[in-house]
């Protein structure tokens, strides 16, 4: 299960650094459609403000499984990550 949870992490450092560096192709392919057009909406307000949202020196701290439940055979993970790192 750590092994599990450490991976969810290196997804969600992917995530903050397509983020960082507007890389949509990138945060398509790791999250929801929901959540992909509100990155999106958020990213180019950042682009017409001409601003950029900085994070550096991610340490993971600890995570665990909060709940895993199945419906019509899709499993779906719930898991805490706890992580330190700067952002401005």
């Known amino acids: 299960m750590e092994q599990f ?12 650094y397509a983020w960082m560096e507007f890389k949509y192709d990138m945060l398509s392919n790791k999250t929801t459609n929901e959540l992909y057009n509100q990155y999106q909406m958020q990213l180019e307000t950042l682009k017409t403000k001409g601003q ?29 990550i706890v992580t330190e790192f700067y952002d401005y």
Do not use: P
């Open 5 to 16: 949870i450490l991976n969810r992490y290196q997804d969600y450092l992917a995530i903050q």
């Open 52 to 80: 950029k949202n900085v994070m550096k020196d991610f340490q993971y701290v600890d995570g665990m499984i909060t709940s895993v439940s199945k419906v019509n055979n899709q499993t779906t993970v719930t898991i805490e």
